[in-house]
């Protein structure tokens, strides 16, 4: 009888040191049941809703603005490609700014979906001799022709399978996307990519409030905290509702083409139809869904 | 009681010692904290302290890591030649050895924490609690193979401490069937170390298939290196009896195991820089630098510049059968693994990058300030490991002399 009250008081000791450690760190409920949320994947729709309430509360209390939280799932019926025509693109990097306020991509440290490659013409899609930091006054320079590129939402994408946890994975609609809330940082799916596509939050990253996208999707552009991955997402939080990526919208030139490959009608379907595509790496078998094709 | 005991008296042993003793703890403490403040700064801003980005996104932590899975690895090798070449003290071998590869596995451990974004999010990678990419990633493999040859060590070097200790036999059956078992473990882990790189396609670099069989070359260089001047040091301050034949004998061994991992890098050469191709960018960058950058240069030929000393010396049997110059081969060639699986192993599979940008990477203050802590931390505890074991297999520390005293202690007290 003894042994029982004492055992009890023990435990009650614990909780109640426990509790005052977690309040002298700072750490409140909210925080505690983030940290012990599951990975996006074997959430009920019922506990999906309440992060997602709660998402929008901290947001709102963080950033003083009213934000949608979309988890809205891939359409039936619906995979989606792209397509980018090399003979157009004239190397601006409107695309790249473009996806950096759409996808709330860290100021500082930079963070860039895309990278436009800057490549000689006498030398063809060659990797090593191409300039992602080009600078000239004007673009496009004289004898030579760019090249972005972002995730190519490989089919067979080498990222997933290395992630140790799960933390990302390819969704139905083929856009292969990221739990921030599950990556534990370690990176392996950076280098598995062939592409470079995938980014770190070396540090915290910066957005200033009023320039954040409040319109966003749960796996796609909301906030990043330090130390995850992210990744272009075909815009997931337009495409999944019908309308273009940013980066299809902004480009001056129409180099940029995108749409549903089991929709026979669609712009994609036709370019694969009459031009002729290239894929970059094919002999790695990622089987990008992103096709590269000369328009003229 | 007894394991109080046990703590107590273990306490007193680290704490007790020679002015070389001394001097080395207060030297390695130091390290620990000039490393501590250091990663302090890392836990604060985040991983933007090192000089990693998303070009290089893996450097010296996951290269220290490798290294170390190494030491674990080789640790246990030695065993094989202590039961093939029947040296007496193989007790104390596997004992030493397996302290060793211990101590190894919790650095490697150290060094992915430090290493990973989110190292409290470290519960995602388990089974049933977490969601673990079980068989899929390599890095589930790794954790798990680790974790497993940790347990394994731990329980057969603890099982024959205790045993001594309580003056008891230990179980010889089951002790040699786990030690058995530990050796292919110990091949294990490394290999699968290697696939780990090996597996990217994305990296041409590491996708050779000759990468798993350099990398336990190199362990079998720079395992037995440590324990080559453990050895020594155990027999001057104990009455631990290893003859001279056997440290030529691992001096031996090490020798062969150089030749080896030379013929496996010269295949690797001459097929990159006789073919050719765009691969051989990864190793031009690794020995002379593209264009500008070459920072990397001086790093790269200091590993292979005392590499090949330490291979010579090794070599010709007079300055193998030299304990000076066969000390300073050991040093050498522990250093040059270092710096080959630290930096030249890592960084040119990074560089340059997937699309092919040159990011020039050397580790920041901070990545040598968070390696020197563990570093520093894991000699600590292999030094304190080391001192017990030592009081337990050769000076008669065990636990009925310690209630002998205790009891004459009380006597006396009740006299008085
Ligand atoms: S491009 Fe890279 S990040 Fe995108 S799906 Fe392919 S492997 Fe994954
Ligand atoms: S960094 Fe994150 S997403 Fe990438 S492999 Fe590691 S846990 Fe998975």
């Excluded at chain 2, 040059?336 to 203050?365: N, R």
Aim: proline share 4%; glycine share 6%.
């Amino acid at each position: 009888m003894k042994k029982d009250k004492s055992r009890r008081s023990l435990l009650k000791n614990i909780s109640l040191a426990s509790f005052a450690a977690l309040a002298a760190t700072g750490c409140n409920m909210k925080e505690l049941e983030e940290f012990f949320q599951r990975n996006f994947r074997t959430l009920s729709d019922k506990e999906k809703d309440d992060i997602i309430n709660n998402l929008e509360q901290k947001y709102k209390e963080k950033y003083d603005k009213e934000f949608q939280v979309s988890a809205q799932a891939a359409m039936d019926q619906v995979e989606f490609a792209y397509a980018l025509d090399l003979s157009r693109c004239v190397g601006c990097r409107k695309c790249v700014y473009a996806c950096v306020g759409e996808n709330n991509q860290s100021r500082s440290p930079q963070i860039h979906w895309i990278q436009v490659l800057q490549m000689e013409k006498e030398k063809g899609i060659d990797f090593a001799h191409s300039d992602v930091h080009y600078n000239p006054e004007k673009v496009p320079e004289k004898g030579h022709f760019y090249l972005p590129v972002a995730c190519q939402q490989c089919q067979n994408p080498q990222c997933t399978t290395v992630c140790p946890v799960k933390a990302t994975w390819q969704e139905p609609d083929g856009i292969v996307v990221v739990d921030y809330n599950w990556c534990i940082g370690c990176r392996y799916c950076m280098a598995a990519c062939p592409y470079g596509a995938r980014h770190f939050n070396w540090g915290e990253p910066e957005i200033p409030a009023e320039e954040l996208n409040t319109d966003m999707h749960y796996l796609g552009n909301r906030p990043r905290m330090k130390g995850v991955v992210e990744k272009c997402t075909f815009c997931i939080q337009r495409v999944r509702k019908g309308k273009y990526p940013s980066c299809v919208e902004v480009c001056p030139v129409g180099a940029r083409k995108f749409g549903n490959l089991l929709d026979p009608e669609s712009e994609i379907r036709y370019i694969l139809e009459n031009k002729r595509v290239l894929v970059l790496k094919e002999e790695l078998n990622t089987q990008p869904r992103f096709y590269y094709f000369f328009g003229v | 009681m007894n394991f109080i005991r046990f703590i107590n008296g273990s306490i007193k042993l680290i704490l007790q010692g020679s002015k070389a003793y001394y001097a080395w703890l207060f030297f390695l403490v130091a390290l620990a904290l000039w490393g501590g403040f250091g990663y302090i700064d890392q836990l604060q801003d985040g991983l933007i302290t090192t000089n990693m980005r998303d070009s290089v996104s893996w450097a010296f932590y996951i290269g220290n890591f490798t290294f170390l899975v190494g030491i674990a690895a080789a640790a246990i090798m030695l065993v094989i030649p202590a039961y093939i070449y029947d040296w007496k003290p193989i007790k104390e071998i596997v004992i030493f050895g397996e302290l060793l590869a211990v101590c190894a596995v919790i650095m490697c451990i150290a060094f992915i924490v430090v290493d990973i974004g989110n190292p409290m999010r470290f519960w995602h990678m388990l089974p049933l609690v977490g969601t673990m990419n079980f068989p899929y990633s390599m890095l589930s493999w790794d954790f798990f193979f680790l974790l497993a040859y940790l347990i394994i060590n731990l329980t057969v070097v603890t099982h024959l401490l205790y045993s001594i200790f309580h003056k008891k036999e230990y179980n010889k059956k089951v002790v040699q069937v786990i030690v058995l078992i530990s050796i292919p473990m110990a091949v294990g882990i490394h290999t699968v170390t290697a696939f780990l790189y090996n597996a990217l396609p994305a990296r041409p670099f590491w996708n050779s298939a000759l990468l798993a069989p350099r990398f336990l070359a190199s362990a079998f260089c720079s395992g037995p290196a440590i324990l080559l001047i453990l050895f020594q040091i155990l027999r001057k301050i104990t009455k631990f009896e290893i003859k001279d034949k056997a440290i030529w004998t691992i001096a031996e061994l090490m020798v062969y195991a150089m030749f080896i991992y030379l013929f496996f890098t010269i295949a690797e050469l001459f097929k990159e820089f006789y073919s050719g191709t765009e691969h051989i960018l990864y190793w031009k960058y690794l020995l002379f630098g593209i264009g500008d950058s070459k920072e990397i240069v001086p790093y790269s030929w200091s590993s292979i510049i005392m590499g090949f000393i330490a291979f010579v010396l090794f070599l010709i049997p007079k300055t193998r059968k030299n304990f000076v110059t066969l000390n300073i081969g050991a040093v050498l060639i522990y250093a040059s693994v270092y710096v080959e699986k630290g930096i030249a192993l890592i960084i040119p599979g990074f560089t340059p990058d997937v699309l092919g940008q040159i990011y020039v990477y050397t580790p920041s203050i901070t990545e040598i300030r968070t390696a020197a802590m563990i570093f520093s931390l894991g000699f600590l505890l292999f030094t304190f490991l080391v001192k017990i074991a030592i009081a337990i297999v050769f000076e008669n520390y065990n636990i009925s002399d310690i209630i002998k005293k205790e009891k004459s202690v009380k006597s006396e007290m009740s006299t008085i």
